[in-house]
Every structure is written in structure tokens, then in C-alpha cells.
């Protein structure tokens, strides 16, 4: 059988979000790196495996491509049981799916590098500007995020109990991202602190953009 290959960019936090789930699962891999300012993701070679020139990708053993880090991290979970990245229970999925997708759904869309871009170029925002959008977005979910995790008697440790999974997946991929707009953490504890212990394991620490080969 082939190694798994990934697609990816050390900055993209997509791409960070899948390096967790890897690591998770304890699947090796090739690190394939795609430099997005560069337009790496728009080669020849690149759109042969996945024509919507995004990344990340996974090619599997078999051959199967596939995109979007959300089905990749499902993709994963079901391939590989254990550690599973969502309970057992279909109201304990549905939480963690739904705050999954507060932040890979509702945050990144508005925030990805593409629409930066299209600020600055389509609508002449300064350097200023565009990181006041992307703290904006991020405020808005992050605030009601903050209460519902602070208040659920099913948030632990992580984001849904003890174990580490698809929620803290997307939350820790966002707040690095926040770190380089220099969003302000502090209105937010109950996800600071989910995140600094995501980041006392090693399949998260090891995921870090800075950790990379092709980090600058």
C-alpha cells in the first residue's frame, strides 16, 4: 500500500486542522507544501488532484483524494476508530460538529486568504482594515462560542469531555490564526484555556504551523 499524502500549507489553518487529526490517529505521512502566496495550489499537478486548487488534500492509500478538512477529519475518524474524534452518542456529535462548524463554517469563510486578498485588491483596505474584519468576524462567533462553553455541563478539559477531538481540532487551528491579527483572548478564558491544554499534547504541538518544513 502507498503512504498517505498531504497536501497542504503550514499557515493554512485547514491544513493545521487535518496535521492534528494525523497525528491523532497515528497515521504517517508525506508533507506535501503548496505555498499560497505564491499560487502553488494553482499548478498543473496541484489541480490534477484537486481541481478546486485548495488546500488541504489527502490521498489515502488506496488513491482516494479527499478535500475540505471537515470530511478529511470525518474521512479519518471512520477509517480509523480509535482515538474517535466524535462521541458515541448522536446529541454528543451534534454538539461538537456544531461548534466545529462555528468556526470552520461561520470564522474561517470571511477570513481565509482569498477574501483578504479580495479586500485589499477589490476594495483598497489598508493592512489595518483587513485585520480589523478578521477580528470582527472572529469576535462574533468567538463571544457566544466562549458562553457555550463556559456553561455546558458537557464541556471538560476539551471541548466535549476529557478527550480531545474534531471541536478542539478547529478551535486551536483558529486561535493560532488569531494570533497573527492580534485578537484579543482575553474576553475569552473557557477557550483559552481548552487550547493551552490541546497544546500540552504532542499530535497538536507537533501540528503547529511553526513546526513544519516549509514554516518561515
Known amino acids: 500500500m502507498s503512504r498517505v499524502v498531504l497536501h497542504n500549507y503550514f499557515r493554512s489553518s485547514t491544513s493545521y486542522r487535518v496535521r492534528i487529526a494525523l497525528n491523532l490517529k497515528g497515521v504517517a505521512y508525506d508533507y506535501v507544501a503548496h505555498h499560497l502566496r505564491h499560487g502553488e495550489h494553482r499548478d498543473a499537478a496541484f489541480l490534477a488532484v484537486n481541481p478546486q486548487g485548495l488546500v488541504p488534500a489527502l490521498v489515502w492509500t488506496d488513491g482516494t483524494v479527499v478535500t475540505q478538512s471537515l470530511a478529511i477529519c470525518e474521512f479519518l475518524d471512520e477509517a480509523i476508530r480509535e482515538p474517535a474524534l466524535l462521541p458515541a452518542d448522536a446529541p454528543g456529535r451534534a454538539r461538537v460538529r456544531a461548534i466545529s462548524q462555528m468556526i470552520a ?41 466562549e458562553e457555550m462553553l463556559a456553561k455546558s455541563p458537557h464541556t471538560g478539559r476539551f ?51 511553526a513546526r513544519q518544513p516549509d514554516a518561515e
Open 105 to 145: 463554517c461561520e470564522i474561517h469563510p470571511v477570513n481565509n486568504l482569498r477574501v483578504l486578498n479580495a479586500l485589499r485588491t477589490r476594495y483598497g483596505a489598508d493592512d489595518s482594515g483587513v485585520a480589523d474584519w478578521f477580528r470582527h468576524w472572529v469576535n462574533e462567533t468567538f463571544a457566544p462560542l
Open 159 to 209: 471541548c466535549h469531555g476529557d478527550a480531545p477531538g474534531l471541536a478542539d481540532i478547529c478551535l486551536v487551528a483558529q486561535v493560532a490564526n488569531n494570533a497573527r491579527f492580534n485578537v484579543d483572548m482575553t474576553p475569552y478564558p473557557t477557550i483559552a484555556c481548552i487550547r493551552d491544554a490541546c497544546m500540552e499534547l504532542p499530535a497538536f504541538a507537533d501540528a503547529a504551523p
